[in-house]
């Protein structure tokens, strides 16, 4: 692997450990406000993130769109099947989630959180070929196979693993902002 994709790699890994740490934090937090649990710890900060959890989860949509593009068109990861299905419920949040932020488009939540609950069964599914797991549905014969790992970095994360961070965390923030 080139030296540029092993650091963008190794970076995009990184934040998507971060970002599943973000993830816990969230749903404890909505769990406790849920609850009526009155854990004070949580009360402020998000307090603080709810009302940007629309521009927190187009970040994360915008930054998905871009690192799938960087892997296809410049590290030259052919997409498998299962990355398209993920990338069909992946893109066009980060349109629909823009066009929120600039006002054109309201009660997004709704449709974002759909299609992140369905493209995160596609991740979810890829991750658990990636792990050895006995396939529903064959691959296509088009593509790169949906068993093939481009990286592992930190043990466990591989393309479909960030593509699960990222739904679930656009599913998180916006369930934060719906309950502001």
Known sequence: MVWH???????LSLFTVLGELGAIFLLLALL???FNWRVAFFDRPLALLAPHGVTFAFIVAASGVV??????????FVPCTLCWWQRIFFYPQAIILGMALLGKAR????????LSALGGVFAIYHNYLQYGGVPFIPCSAFGASCVQRYFLEFGYVTIPAMAFTAFALIILMLLMKKGE
């Not at 994709?5 to 970076?11: A, C, E, G, R, T």
């Not at 690192?67 to 410049?74: D, P, R, V």
């Not at 009660?107 to 759909?114: F, G, L, P, S």
């Open 107 to 114: 009660d997004v939540a709704r449709i974002c959180i759909t």
């Open 32 to 34: 406790s406000r849920r």
């Open 5 to 11: 994709v092993q650091l963008v790699s190794y970076i």
């Open 67 to 76: 690192s799938s593009l960087y892997y296809s068109e410049i590290a030259g």
